[in-house]
Nanobody, 123 residues
Framework: QVQLVESGGGLVQAGGSLRLSCAAS????????MGWFRQAPGKEREFVAA????????DYADAVKGRFTISRDNAKNTVYLQMNSLKPEDTAVYYC????????????????WGEGTQVTVSS
């Protein structure tokens, strides 16, 4: 099992930036892909971004493409989500996920989840 701990959430004004971090521990050797999902109150959980743990492949939801960047530091077992030009509709709890399988936009494909970190964007 992989343990994931997110940090970096908070309150920011529209147009601002935040960087989320996700530190992985445990069976990190089993990780093939990591990513971020988010869930706003009353809405479905939605895919945000994903990357391959050792490689350059990334994937982004259309809603965040060009504004968010996912990256990783293998030496620190940490994945980041740099969020720029934030909008009120980005407000949600953001979850870090890990999988031993290929990247996917489906949350069902990810075995390990963090507790989540709240991001609130004010207008």
């Amino acid at each position: 099992q992989v343990q994931l701990v997110e940090s970096g959430g908070g309150l920011v004004q529209a147009g601002g930036s935040l960087r989320l971090s996700c530190a992985a521990s445990g069976r990190t050797f089993s990780i093939y892909a990591m990513g971020w999902f988010r869930q706003a109150p009353g809405k479905e959980r939605e895919f945000v971004a994903a990357c391959v743990w050792s490689g350059r492949l990334t994937d982004y939801a259309d809603a965040v493409k060009g504004r968010f960047t996912i990256s990783r530091d293998n030496a620190k077992n940490t994945v980041y989500l740099q969020m720029n030009s934030l909008k009120p509709e980005d407000t949600a709890v953001y979850y870090c996920v890990a999988s031993p399988q290929l990247m996917s936009r489906s949350w069902h494909r990810y075995d390990d989840w963090g507790e989540g970190t709240q991001v609130t964007v004010s207008s």
